[in-house]
């Protein structure tokens, strides 16, 4: 087998083989196939496709790429992800929340793709805290807080760690095959016993449409339990930001407004939600809404805001944070309104123009190797259905210099549609699994 010879037979509408498929994994491991290889390999699966038996088998020849954890504690080991929003940090509430809960969160996470952000990303808006951490770490802090977000070690899934910043230059970030085998080959390598994810729809998702996120969401279910892993997927809103913030620090503030009861919104509705769902799934508790009923118990407590305290510091941050964060989040220096052109109703919100101008700031890679400016972004964006009058906020830009922050006016400003009265949909669409 070579590279070449597979990349050839996806331009044709040939499915790689199973073994073809696991060599090709062990490649981009091991560095055997180019980043032009894996390029290629992307745009062809983009293109082309995977059946179901294709897509499963991609999926744990990137998780068999490396090292499988084992995990010997004494309650469930559980996990979240989120197939990519825009003010979208749940991981930064619930995992915390699930470990007051009582079960352990070792939770591999990603940096920003595309329009999205990165939960490794917003955890390294925070001073000092480390993500990159050695197994025996990272053991050590999800034994000591319950929880640990950090990067794969570069034996957990190094398949993925390679396709996963091509795709992120190359357009294929869509796909649904690969999207689907990025996110379990680092969850099912990290030795979960269940998992809940997170299928956005709508404007600031990938995923465009209902039809989009179920096949995507059953997908998912249905690769991770053939891999040995029960799984199940909440189709959630994203036709608008979930926090009223977009950038890293920022949403590590809004974030923590949640663990410390200053706010709720709906990302504390939808962090109670999939904890229900995980909770209920794991069988340690009668339903969802009993779940998610103890997921608000240890918010309101804040039994969850000290994990993720002490969580913090285990992985290199300030001793104290919880209790002021603001002194030690980064801060941008120039802060501009957007202002409505016209009175009316917010009747819809392009989340992905959105994301891309936060990108645009520098709160986001346009390339890879872009240094991420943590302090930039977006704050106080108001909700669809909110009557405004002219010349109130829409939004704030937060920005390092005057020329970009005028720059994303304009475009949080064409974002934004202002009109009737529209349509809101429940938080929670559907259940897969």
Known sequence: ?????????????????PEALSWFAVGLANGRVSDAQAGAFAMGVCLRGLSEAGRVALTRAMRDSGRVLAWDLDAPVLDKHSTGGVGDCVSLVLAPALAACGVYVPMISGRGLG???????????????????????????????????????????????????????????????????????????????????????????????????????????????????????????????????????????????????????????????????????AGLCATAEAGAAQIAAVLASGAAAERFARMVAAMGGPVGFVEHWARFLPEATVIEEVHAPESG????????????????????RQVEGDVIDPGVGLSDVLPLGTQVVKGQPLARVHAARSAPADVAVRAVRAAVTIGAMPGIGPLVRERVG
């Open 1 to 17: 087998m070579d590279a070449r010879r597979i990349i050839a037979a996806l331009r044709r509408g040939e499915e790689p083989s």
């Open 115 to 281: 329009h999205t952000g990165g939960t490794l990303d917003k955890m390294e808006a925070i001073p000092g805290v480390v993500t990159t951490l050695d197994e025996a770490r990272f053991r050590d802090v999800v034994a000591r807080a319950g929880c640990a977000i950090v990067s794969a070690t570069t034996d957990i899934a190094p398949a993925d760690r390679r396709l996963y910043a091509v795709r992120d230059v190359t357009g294929t970030v869509e796909s649904l095959d690969l999207i689907c085998a990025s996110i379990l080959s680092k969850k099912l390598a990290a030795g979960l016993e269940g998992l809940v994810l997170d299928v956005k729809v709508g404007s600031g998702a990938f995923m465009k449409s209902d039809a989009e996120a179920r096949a995507l969401a059953q997908a998912l279910v249905g690769t991770a339990t053939a891999a040995g892993c029960p799984t199940i997927a909440l189709i959630t809103d994203m036709s608008q930001p979930l926090a009223p913030a977009l950038g890293n620090a920022l949403e590590v503030d809004a974030a923590l407004r949640v663990l410390t009861g200053l706010e709720h919104g709906r990302l504390g509705a939808l962090s109670e939600a999939l904890g229900g769902a995980l909770l209920h799934g």
């Open 345 to 364: 109703v917010i009747s819809a919100i392009d989340g992905e123009a959105l994301g891309l101008a936060v990108v645009a700031l520098g709160g986001g």
